[in-house]
Each structure stands twice: as C-alpha cells, then as structure tokens.
C-alpha cells in the first residue's frame, strides 16, 4: 500500500529534550516536506526536499532541522524544542514529474511541549 | 492581506444539501489550485486539482476556478454526513514540486 509514515504518533516532553519526528514513504517519491498544523494559521511549511541531500527552508524553518540522506526518509528534527512548537505535524511526498501537485500526506504527529 | 482567505466556519447543512466553500487569493501567478478534505486527525488528502480557470467535475464534486476574480470553488451534491470535514484549499505558481499556499480550511458538518 502506497503511504506516508510518522513516528511517533503522539509525543509529550519538555523544553530542550532533544526530539526526531521520523518520516517514510514507500512511493520512491523525490519531494518530501514537513508542515505545522496550528488552529487559525493552517498549514505552514517548515522544510522541504527535491531529492536526497537537497533541502529547503519553507516558510516556519526556525527550530528546525532536516536530513534527507535516503530518499525514502525525511527525519523533522527538533534540537531544543520549546512550548511554541506544540503542533500536530504533516509529513508529505509527491513525485517531482507529474500531472498534479499531489502531495500524499502522512497521518500526523501531535507534539506537546511542556 | 493574506495570500489565501478562507472561511473557517462551521458551515453546517442537512443530508443531501448543495455544498459550496470558497477560497480567494491575492498572489495572480498562481495557477494550480487544489482541494484537500482533512477528517479529524487524519492527514489532509488531495480531492481535486485544477489548472488554471475552469470547472472541473468528479462525481459530486465540482472545482472551479475563477482566475480574474482570484476566486475558486468547490461544490459537493448530494452532501452526505461522510463529508463531514474540513476542506482546505491549495495552490500554487508552479507545476511539480513548487510550495503549496493553504487556506486555512472550512468546517463542513453535514447533518442526517
């Protein structure tokens, strides 16, 4: 089945821990990107990628870092998160060369940062 | 002015009843336009995209685009209380890989 995958699903810790949001999709896709999910803004984009060891800042990429060293995988990776980092996160894929901008979304991770 | 309006509602309707959420944008490069249906703590998927101004059908959905009012539109028929979501709308200047602009979504709740 053709799908995006996140780990964790759900995930509580406290400010400066610390974190890695994996991401995998098994589509052979060369664009991944990450998003925040936060009521009244939307969806904004943090990082994305065209092909492995090829990223990009999107429009929220302070307190973020990305890797893109496979091209399935896509780690989101949250070196000192603080309380304003408290989302739920997308992770998505789409191939480059396309009819449509789709992009297949992964099931989210709801982060809480105390 | 935002890039992308969209109403958050709820907008609330009963089983069976003609749908339309709208979105208007401000940035006139952009040229595909999508919509998305986010269930609750689910990922969004992709329902429709268009390209450029039109009307484009698939089943009892119906996107349009309106490029010189900067308006586009999705019409559901036949609402179902399965459609009950949110509906967010995309867009973008560029085909491929380009950055993705959201609205910020519109709650549907469709009644029995």
């Known amino acids: 089945e053709a799908q995006v995958t996140q780990n964790p699903r759900y995930l509580i810790t406290v400010t400066g821990k610390k974190l890695t949001v994996t991401c995998s999709q098994n589509?052979?896709?060369?664009?991944m990107s990450w998003y925040r999910q936060d009521p009244g803004l939307g969806l904004r984009q943090i990082y994305y990628?065209?092909?492995?060891?090829?990223?990009d800042k999107g429009d929220v990429p302070e307190g973020y870092k990305v890797s893109r060293k496979e091209k399935r995988n896509f780690p989101l990776i949250l070196e000192s998160p603080s309380p304003n980092q408290t989302s739920l996160y997308f992770c998505?894929?789409?191939?480059?060369?396309?009819?449509?901008?789709?992009?297949?979304f992964g099931p989210g991770t709801r982060l809480t940062v105390l | 002015q935002k890039e992308v309006e969209q109403d958050p509602g709820p907008l609330s309707v009963p089983e069976g009843a003609i749908v339309s959420l709208n979105c208007t944008y401000s940035?006139?490069?952009?040229?595909?336009f999508m919509w998305y249906r986010q269930y609750s703590r689910k990922g969004p998927e992709l329902l429709m995209y268009?390209?450029?101004?039109g009307n484009k059908e698939d089943g009892r959905f119906t996107a349009q685009v309106d490029k010189s009012s900067k308006y586009i539109s999705l019409f559901i028929r036949d609402s179902q209380p399965s459609d009950s979501a949110t509906y967010l709308c995309?867009?973008?200047?560029?085909?491929?890989?380009?950055?993705?602009?959201f609205g910020k979504g519109t709650m549907l709740l469709v009644s029995p």
């Open positions: 990628s065209m092909n492995v060891e090829v990223t």
């Open positions: 998505a894929s789409s191939p480059l060369r396309g009819s449509t901008d789709t992009q297949y």
């Open positions: 940035n006139s490069a952009f040229q595909y």
């Open positions: 589509m052979n896709h060369e664009y």
């Open positions: 268009t390209y450029s101004s």
């Open positions: 995309a867009m973008s200047a560029t085909s491929g890989y380009s950055t993705l602009t």
